[in-house]
């Protein structure tokens, strides 16, 4: 199985008869009209899915759902808020909330909570289990908010942190938000989160073009007993 880093928060996952795409915004090119998704996964054989956190459009993209003319047998499983905000519409997708479920014959989906707007996703693909957080981090921004904003903030990352550690106390792959944007501690949502969850592989996300601020994760999830990522450039692929 592959994993293939397109953008920002951005995804794919390359199983056995299967293609699922996260939080597709950007494709791994900035030339418009190529990258990996265009150029290859569209094309790959198999069932091909695409799934959305939710609305905010670094997470989300309406072009995707031009893709049906490509593969008119795509699959689309998006936050319920997407619907809501009028992204999409009632007939375009599946639609999930927190506590919802997709299951079909290649993979199986759990939908819980984001301290944002939306939901983050628990998938069990052949034999391995990933999390992708969506926007679900520990947004405590401590060098603009006040310190009740700051408990507020831990207090709601932490509750739903403990619902995915009653389901899933371990996880294969998890795909974690590390943001320099936010200042100081900008990395304490990935570690508090790898000291609940015991995860085999962490990938960082939701940094944009700042590599270097992603990556610098690493010791923390390494001293955590995780195989660190690290991501270098658009487009790249690991084995997973």
């Not at 072009?63 to 593969?71: C, D, P, S």
């Not at 015991?198 to 944009?208: A, D, E, L, S, Y």
């Amino acid at each position: 199985m592959k994993l293939d880093y397109i953008y920002h928060s951005g995804f794919a996952i390359e199983a056995d008869g299967a293609t699922i795409l996260i939080d597709y915004w950007k494709d791994s090119s900035a030339e418009a009209g190529q990258g990996l998704v265009r150029d290859r996964l569209l094309h790959r054989p198999g069932a091909f899915y695409v799934l959305a956190t939710h609305f905010h459009p670094d997470h989300f993209n309406p072009e995707v759902l031009r893709w049906h003319e490509v593969r008119p047998d795509i699959h689309y499983i998006f936050s319920k808020d997407i619907l809501k905000h009028r992204r999409a519409k009632a007939d375009d997708a599946f639609y999930i909330n927190k506590g919802g479920v997709y299951e079909d014959d290649h993979l199986r989906i759990q939908a819980f909570g984001s301290t944002d707007v939306g939901v983050s996703f628990l998938l069990d693909v052949q034999g391995v289990r990933l999390f992708h957080a969506g926007d679900l981090n520990n947004w405590h921004w401590s060098e603009e908010s006040t310190p009740q904003e700051i408990r507020k903030a831990e207090g709601d990352y932490l509750a739903e942190i403990r619902d995915l550690q009653q389901e899933s106390p371990a996880v294969d792959v998890a795909l974690f938000p590390v943001d320099r944007r936010m200042g100081r501690d900008y990395m304490r949502g990935a570690l508090q989160f790898v000291e609940r969850i015991k995860t085999r592989i962490f990938v960082p996300m939701h940094f944009g073009d700042d590599y270097e601020g992603g990556n610098a994760f690493r010791p923390q999830a390494e001293a955590h007993g995780c195989r660190f990522l690290t991501i270098d450039h658009r487009g790249e692929s690991f084995d997973i």
